[in-house]
């Protein structure tokens, strides 16, 4: 009867546990692995998903800080893509990528109208730290693997 109770009090012990890791954790906000080749090797990111049109339109804007490794923005379909950046608080690097490679790479900073169009040809677009992109060696035709392609 006590190893019963002793196992039964371990498994609500690591579920609590893991309940409380989890809501440490979750800030509302998706995540994606994206995998971004370097003149160093293959850095995995773990970045949060704008992936509706309401989200790929409100972006970053007004937020105080990038999300840990940035934010990756979805399409369902290759196309071009321009990106402005209104209502920024600090500068980003902004990575256009189509058919697994990078197409462009813009350092963008904090501007008053009129907004600079940062333009490319893109399904997925990466918002990274600024110069994260120079920092790692990150050029147009690099490899780059967001939502399995």
């Given at each position: 009867?006590?190893?019963?109770?002793?196992?039964?009090?371990?498994?609500?012990?690591?579920?609590?546990?893991?309940?409380?890791?989890?809501?440490?954790?979750?800030?509302?906000?998706?995540?994606?692995?994206?995998?971004?080749?370097?003149?160093?090797?293959?850095?995995?990111?773990?970045?949060?998903?704008?992936?509706?049109?309401?989200?790929?339109?409100?972006?970053?804007?007004?937020?105080?800080?990038?999300?840990?490794?940035?934010?990756?923005?979805?399409?369902?379909?290759?196309?071009?893509?321009?990106?402005?950046?209104?209502?920024?608080?600090?500068?980003?690097?902004?990575?256009?990528?189509?058919?697994?490679?990078?197409?462009?790479i813009h350092h963008a900073v904090v501007e008053d109208p009129p907004l600079t169009r940062y333009r490319g040809r893109a399904?997925?677009?990466?918002?990274?730290?600024?110069?994260?992109t120079a920092e790692h060696g990150v050029t147009v035709g690099n490899a780059v693997v967001c939502f399995g392609s």
């Amino acid at each position: 009867m006590v190893r019963r109770s002793t196992v039964v009090s371990v498994v609500v012990v690591a579920a609590l546990a893991g309940l409380g890791v989890w809501w440490v954790a979750d800030d509302g906000a998706d995540r994606a692995r994206v995998t971004v080749e370097t003149a160093n090797g293959t850095a995995v990111l773990e970045m949060a998903v704008a992936d509706t049109s309401w989200e790929r339109h409100e972006g970053l804007s007004g937020t105080t800080d990038l999300p840990a490794d940035g934010m990756v923005f979805r399409y369902s379909s290759v196309g071009e893509r321009a990106y402005v950046m209104r209502g920024m608080n600090y500068p980003i690097d902004i990575v256009f990528v189509a058919n697994g490679e990078v197409t462009a790479i813009h350092h963008a900073v904090v501007e008053d109208p009129p907004l600079t169009r940062y333009r490319g040809r893109a399904r997925c677009v990466l918002e990274l730290p600024y110069k994260w992109t120079a920092e790692h060696g990150v050029t147009v035709g690099n490899a780059v693997v967001c939502f399995g392609s």
